[in-house]
């Protein structure tokens, strides 16, 4: 860019280079990597009804809710991820983008079904009570699409570039960096 004159003040304005401009490293942070770290943490969530082992609640009860709670949270993850990303997916792969959304639609239809209030007839306490054989079945649809997902992903550049060569020095840096 040539010094002086109105014309170098434009380009400076709107160099599509400048990092006003460039929002794809921040897009993928926000909108990819986040969203995926967060499903990884809400599927132990809804297994164990905790991130780590220390992290336990005490309550039984609590367990219950916390791990229905993270189903939850892992479908609407799982569904904002594919919003986020659908516009960079190939287009021979949108189809199977949408199947997959489709299923989870279905899945959010029975999500109700999955737990119950219930209340003891004689102490009058209620009881928060998981159907298991049904929160495991939607559990394990979610958990297939996501593991298949992470393959479109991939095909589609947006978690590892195609290069022929691959710096795991600076991958692990960006990993610390969150970026």
């Known amino acids: 860019m040539a010094k002086g004159g109105r014309g170098s ?24 990597l986040q969203p995926m770290v967060s499903l990884d943490r809400y599927e132990n969530i809804a297994m164990y009804g905790s991130i780590e082992m220390d992290d336990l609640p005490m ?3 609590n367990i219950s809710e916390r791990r229905v709670l993270g189903l939850k949270r892992f479908l609407t993850t799982l569904r904002q ?12 792969d949108q189809p199977k983008i949408r199947a997959y959304v489709e299923r989870i639609n279905k899945v959010e239809n029975y999500l109700d079904a999955v737990s119950s209030e219930e209340e003891n007839t004689i102490t009058h306490e209620k ?3 998981i159907n298991e054989e049904f929160f495991n079945q939607c559990f394990k649809i979610l958990r297939e ?5 992470n393959f479109q992903l991939n095909k589609a550049n947006l978690i ?4 022929d060569e ?9 990993i610390t960096e969150g970026g």
């Open 81 to 92: 991820l594919m919003g986020n990303v659908m516009f960079a997916m190939k287009s021979e």
């Open 160 to 163: 590892f570039r195609q290069a």
């Open 127 to 129: 009881e928060f009570v």
């Open 166 to 174: 691959i710096n795991l020095d600076q991958l692990m840096l960006d």
């Open 59 to 61: 309550e039984i009860t």
């Open 9 to 32: 003040e434009i380009d400076a304005v709107v160099d599509p280079e400048s990092d006003a401009w460039n929002v794809a490293k921040g897009f993928t942070t926000l909108k990819i």
């Open 145 to 149: 699409i996501k593991d298949s997902f």
